[in-house]
């Protein structure tokens, strides 16, 4: 089992900046991915952005420029950084972590960013 621990989220005016954490513990393989997904009452859960242990990246294209994914594997945290925020990044974001080596996904319990004035 994996548990996840967010942290970060808040309320913030539009061009602003937050950085959200996600700390993974419990039984850890080094064959994994973390990532975050975000989801509004007005969109379906999409994903933001997601990296590997080897530190590959993914976006998707509205945060490209925008927001930067990184991970610390000694502390299995995964970070989002965001910047230039806008009102349509308005969502719960939800940290999430892929156990390639046992095919389970890992989800955790979300925390919310409000962008607005």
């Known amino acids: 089992q994996v548990q996840l621990v967010e942290s970060g989220g808040g309320l913030v005016e539009p061009g602003g900046s937050l950085r959200l954490s996600c700390v993974a513990s419990g039984t850890i393989f080094s064959h994994n991915a973390m990532g975050w997904y975000r989801q509004s009452p007005v969109k379906e859960r999409e994903l933001v952005a997601d990296i590997t242990t080897g530190g590959s990246t993914n976006y998707v294209d509205s945060v490209k420029g925008r927001f930067t994914i990184s991970r610390d594997n000694a502390k299995n945290t995964v970070y989002l950084q965001m910047n230039s925020l806008k009102p349509e990044d308005t969502a719960v974001y939800y940290c999430?972590?892929?156990?390639?080596?046992?095919?389970?996904?890992?989800w955790g319990q979300g925390t919310q960013v409000t962008v607005s004035s």
């Open positions: 999430r972590f892929v156990d390639w080596s046992r095919s389970t996904i890992y």
